[in-house]
């Protein structure tokens, strides 16, 4: 039976130039390289200027998956940006990327599902383009999360950095089974009862201030390893593949630990999970696209292979999506 799946024709990521490493911030708090890499698998992350704020990060790395697809701004017509970082209070940061990029009018918006945002970006995006209200999407992941950090707490200013990263999303026909191109199964899940482990602590109705993330960083890395293979397993289900066949695991960028304790929970072989924790840290939305770009830039990831997105995040949100590349 024919369907209109959502297939990922190109991808993209930017990460700002300058970088700061382990050793810059043990001059800053009471921390070191060894601990900081012992804990999370993290050497270094990247920081914006102060002059650059998330809609170029965003408009970057969606250039370059725009070229990447073939496509040119004009042709956009759906542009989803997952951020926790917005530029401004409002408008979306999406209207302003709209507006950088120089694309037409089309449907812009943002969504805020934290270190999840990308994978549940993606879900919308496939709802807009398989049922045809889409041709072009962008999916973006943009964060400057150093913006978020209280530089006085070593529990988190280490953990987190900024980067952007983007997919073109575009119909594809296909007959119904596994070796479609596009989004095969998705699972999202949010607990908001768990909204107190991390979280930050501003917001325009609240205290009308930006805000500092805190964060139960041992709480929130045992649910992690718990929900993350679980929704695995059900966007597996979904998708009618096992997890096995999986090709390529591309998960959040959060801790190495974590993406450890999740593979050796599901039985995974290392050798299928993309990790770039060490070179960007937490990059919140952004992670999944920076790593997925990565892997088909160095080769490891090719057309037609079989690839499972899972993240976590404040919300608590977390999620998976398969898709066949
Ligand atoms: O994207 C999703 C959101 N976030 C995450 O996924 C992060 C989830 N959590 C984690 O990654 C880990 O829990 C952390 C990396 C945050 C912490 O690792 P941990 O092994 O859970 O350490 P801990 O919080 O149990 O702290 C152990 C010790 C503490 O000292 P005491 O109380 O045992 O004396 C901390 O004060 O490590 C100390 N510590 C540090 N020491 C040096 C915490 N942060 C630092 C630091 N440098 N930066």
């Not at 979306?92 to 694309?103: N, P």
Request: with cysteine.
């Amino acid at each position: 039976m024919s369907v209109i799946r959502s297939a990922v024709t190109g991808v993209g990521s930017y990460l700002p130039e300058q970088i700061v490493t382990n050793d810059d911030l043990s001059k800053i708090v009471d921390t070191s390289d060894e601990w900081i890499i012992e804990r999370t698998g993290i050497r270094q992350r990247h920081k914006a200027r102060d002059d650059q704020p998330t809609s170029d990060l965003a408009t970057e790395a969606a250039r370059r998956a725009l070229v990447d697809a073939g496509r040119d701004p004009s042709e956009v017509d759906l542009i989803v940006v997952a951020t926790t970082t917005p530029d401004m209070t409002f408008p979306a940061t999406a209207s302003i990327v709209q507006r950088k990029l120089g694309a037409p009018t089309c449907i812009a918006f943002d969504v805020q599902a934290v270190c999840s945002g990308f994978v549940y970006a993606l879900s919308v995006a496939d709802g807009f383009v398989a049922r045809g209200h889409a041709k072009c999407a962008l999916v973006i992941g943009a964060e400057e999360m150093t913006r978020l950090m209280d530089w006085t707490d070593r529990t988190t200013c280490v953990l987190f950095g900024d980067g952007a990263g983007a997919f073109v999303v575009e119909p594809r026909e296909g007959q119904g089974t596994t070796a479609d191109q596009g989004v095969l199964g998705f699972a999202l899940r949010s607990d908001g009862t768990k909204t107190d482990l991390l979280y930050v602590d501003g917001g325009p109705s609240s205290t009308g201030t930006v805000g500092h993330l805190r964060m139960a960083g041992n709480q929130v890395f045992r649910h992690a390893v718990v929900n993350i293979a679980e929704a695995i397993t059900a966007a597996c289900d979904k998708a009618g593949v096992s997890v096995p066949e999986v090709d390529w695991f591309v998960p959040h960028q959060a801790n190495q630990r974590i993406i450890k304790g999740v593979g050796d929970r599901l039985g995974l072989d290392e050798e299928k999970v993309i990790s770039t924790v060490s070179m960007h840290a937490n990059t919140s939305a952004a992670s999944i696209p920076l790593a997925m770009d990565a892997a088909i830039q160095d080769g490891r990831i090719k057309r037609g292979d079989l690839i499972l997105l899972e993240a976590m995040g404040g919300g608590l949100t977390w999620g998976a999506c398969a898709f066949r590349f």
